[in-house]
């Protein structure tokens, strides 16, 4: 499209977000030929008027908006030009793309969370591995043997730290969701907003700590310096590895960990 440059990374979003607003206001329409290119335009047209509005400097959700609003009587429209209603055709069903129920996006929601944490878990233990070797060093008060024994609990947290981030895998619903096949009735959807609120502010927070630890993490070395004999700057040298571990895991946990109730939603949801 020719907005592509200029709506950049959010016009997947925009697009995303369309089509959902055409399902939502088409539901009652049957799923025929004519019927479907006809919302293709319609997602044509939205498109190209978010792209005239983007290039007019509004923000993309202020464009979204506008345009979701000037396409509001999609229905009617399309009543006017005579498609068929979907009790005419297919009796009692009632949507083109099946809604989703409130069970199935609270698991949608929890595998995000576990997903999100094992792979924010193996990242974090891939950043602070070398950490362990210096604790053995430590221990074992700077001899061959403390060195061997931290060299395989490093390699250990690597193989694991690869291990959790290969294994994390995604939710059984992920491909639904990225493709938008599927609608939300209003209660829900006033749910998941209130619910991606409350995950944007924590994720917040929890950035803010990882952040703060991170740039903190030469303290323990600094006090393993006062110590004045090796091993204390060993030991202070695993303690600097241990927090940056810790902080990246705060990090990444809060970039994942908030997304999920905003991917069921759309970006930039402003119905």
Same mark, same amino acid.
């Not at 204390?232 to 241990?242: D, E």
């Given at each position: 499209m020719q907005g592509y440059a200029r709506a950049g990374a959010d016009y997947e979003g925009a697009s995303l977000e369309f089509k959902r607003f055409i399902l939502d206001k088409t539901v009652m329409f049957a799923s025929e030929p004519m019927a479907d290119a006809y919302r293709v335009n319609l997602l044509g047209e939205m498109l190209n008027r978010f792209d005239e509005l983007i290039g007019q400097g509004m923000t993309h959700m202020t464009a979204?908006?506008?345009?979701?609003? !000037?396409?509001?009587?999609?229905?009617? &429209?399309? #009543?006017?030009?005579? @498609?068929?209603?979907?009790? !005419?055709?297919?009796?009692? &069903? /009632?949507?083109?793309?099946?809604?989703?129920? +409130?069970? +199935?996006?609270?698991?949608?929601?929890?595998? /995000? /969370? !576990?997903?999100? #944490?094992?792979?924010?878990?193996?990242?974090? *233990?891939? /950043?602070g591995s070398l950490g362990i070797l210096f604790l053995a060093q430590s221990v074992f008060l700077n001899t061959l043997f403390g060195a061997m024994i931290g060299s395989a609990g490093m390699f250990a947290a690597v193989g694991v730290g690869v291990y959790l981030i290969c294994a994390a895998g995604k939710p059984d619903d992920a491909e639904r969701?990225?493709?938008?096949?599927?609608? =939300?009735?209003?209660? =829900?959807?006033?749910?998941?907003?209130?619910?991606? %609120?409350?995950?944007?502010?924590?994720?917040?927070?929890?950035?803010?700590?990882?952040?703060? $630890?991170?740039?903190?993490?030469?303290?323990?070395?600094?006090?393993?310096? *006062?110590?004045? @004999?090796? +091993?204390? $700057?060993?030991? %202070?040298?695993?303690? =600097? @590895?241990?927090?940056?571990?810790?902080?990246v895991y705060e990090i990444v946990m809060a970039n994942k960990e908030s997304k999920a109730a905003g991917e069921l939603l759309g970006r930039n949801d402003g119905k």
């Open positions: 979204v908006n506008r345009v979701q609003l !000037e396409f509001s009587n999609i229905a009617r &429209r399309m #009543h006017d030009e005579g @498609f068929t209603l979907l009790n !005419e055709t297919y009796g009692t &069903r /009632s949507s083109v793309w099946p809604r989703m129920t +409130e069970k +199935e996006a609270a698991r949608y929601i929890e595998q /995000s /969370s !576990e997903c999100a #944490h094992k792979k924010s878990m193996g990242i974090a *233990m891939l /950043s969701v990225k493709k938008g096949r599927f609608t =939300l009735d209003p209660k =829900l959807r006033k749910k998941l907003r209130q619910l991606k %609120g409350l995950q944007e502010k924590k994720g917040r927070k929890r950035r803010a700590k990882g952040i703060a $630890v991170c740039a903190t993490c030469l303290l323990p070395a600094v006090i393993g310096l *006062m110590f004045g @004999f090796d +091993e204390g $700057v060993l030991l %202070g040298i695993a303690g =600097l @590895f241990a927090m940056v571990g810790f902080g």
